[in-house]
């Protein structure tokens, strides 16, 4: 089975400017999270996604949204882009069947804003 | 809210040693605790984890345990290896329909030959 992927894996952006980054899941799972790593506050959850539904979403303003497709492949934006928007951004897909379950990560995607 | 803690924040150690991370969380009411490692600038990859409901998993050289009632975890590594040199991320999965982690900041492990 194919892992989790994320493109682009690098990228730079001028502050001001807006990102999109993609996230295609492992086939067959529907739940996709999105999380923000930078070296001083470590894995911070930005949201998830079930079902092309935000069902869940961290503490981080507005100016990052997400969304998911009806393949389950997901998006999530950053607009306005600021310097401290620099960081590793990290997508896991997840299945539930009964009480087990799978939650794998992808590679990630790096952002540095200059 | 729940909040996870590892110690130490880094660890330097001679090959072949054993060792423990430590990984606490303030909110028992988890449905599982998993153990990741990261090497630098790279994605996470899934080591143990480990329901509520169980005490302990291992893999290889690994263990982690689980003790719910005081919100502590621990991972340990038999026989270091250079190769174990990486970042290793503890994160505990709330008793919801969500599939939100939350993380704690992460151990530095350097294994020296």
């Known amino acids: 089975k194919a892992g989790v992927t994320q493109t682009p894996r690098y990228l730079i952006k001028t502050r001001g400017q807006q990102v999109t980054l993609s996230c295609s899941p492992i086939s067959g799972h529907r739940s996709v999270s999105w999380y923000q790593q930078t070296p001083g506050q470590g894995l911070q959850f930005l949201f998830e996604?079930?079902?092309?539904?935000?069902?869940n979403k961290g503490n981080f303003p507005g100016r990052f949204s997400g969304r998911q497709f009806s393949n389950s492949r997901s998006e999530m934006n950053v607009s306005t882009l600021e310097l401290g928007d620099s960081a590793l951004y990290l997508c896991?897909?997840?299945?539930?069947?009964?009480?087990?379950?799978?939650?794998?990560f992808g590679p990630g995607t790096r952002l540095t804003v200059t | 809210k729940q909040e996870v803690t590892q110690i130490p924040a880094a660890l330097s150690v001679p090959e072949g040693e054993n060792l423990v991370l430590n990984c606490s969380f303030t909110d028992s009411a988890i449905y599982n605790l998993q153990w990741f490692r990261q090497d630098p600038g790279k994605g996470l990859t899934s080591l143990l984890l480990?329901?509520?409901?169980?005490r302990e998993q291992t893999s290889g050289r690994l263990n982690a345990s689980l003790d719910k009632s005081s919100g502590r975890s621990t991972l340990y590594i038999a026989a270091s290896q250079p190769g174990d040199s990486a970042t290793y991320l503890c994160a505990v999965k709330e008793n919801s329909g969500y599939s939100t982690l939350t993380f704690g900041k992460g151990t530095m492990l350097l294994v020296s030959p």
């Open positions: 896991a897909s997840s299945f539930w069947q009964g009480a087990a379950y799978e939650q794998y």
């Open positions: 996604y079930f079902s092309e539904t935000q069902r």
């Open positions: 480990i329901q509520s409901s169980q």
